[in-house]
């Protein structure tokens, strides 16, 4: 499991792993837990410096998703890099969101945490594990209609954003497997072989929510 790899958690002054085409796990939650977004405006900024960041710091980013109290991000860092990525994107948006709501004070429950992934062994793994989040947050979510994720770029519910690199992750299903919109596809992709009884009920509520007229199915 891609937990047990290398982990670069940020605290006081850390060792730093950082190297250009470096693939991270990156995971930031709310200062006692509590909520980082209040509502979809909240959202909507956070993936817009999601976007800004991409673009000003070379990054691709690979999958996503958005919770109440924190969020994932499966980053890769073209060049090295990461410190500052970050430093950006919560900085930025602790300031914004303090302004829209009134506040002072931390945002974040301390640094961001990054694990570092091999992509060729982890980086389909990680993407089905932060893409089943809502789901494992609130069992009744359906991960595929859940609107703060990459996975409905993925799946073919919505267009790939230009700031949303998705052909490492399809190239695992080869060149056939590719077409997002395959009814196969969304069900492989996201629950693989649905092995353990909870991925299997989330299958069971993303399968039934799929268009019938999806190929595959």
Known sequence: MYLSLVIAQVMARPLRIEYPEAHYHVTSRGNERKAIFRGDADRQNFVELVRRAVDQFDLHLHAYVLMDNHYHLL???RRAGLNRALRYLN??????FNRRHKRVGHLFQGRYKAI???KESYLLE???????NPWRVKESNDPVKYPWSS????????AVPSWLTVKDVLSHFGSK?????SGLLILVFVFGNCTSHGTAAAYRISRSSLPRDLPGQ
């Open 91 to 96: 900085g930025v948006y602790t300031q914004a």
């Open 126 to 132: 990680l993407s089905r594990y932060i893409h089943l």
């Open 75 to 77: 980053i890769e860092t």
């Open 177 to 181: 497997r590719q077409d997002q919109g």
């Open 151 to 158: 996975l409905g770029s993925y799946v073919g519910a919505r």
């Open 116 to 118: 570092l992934v091999e």
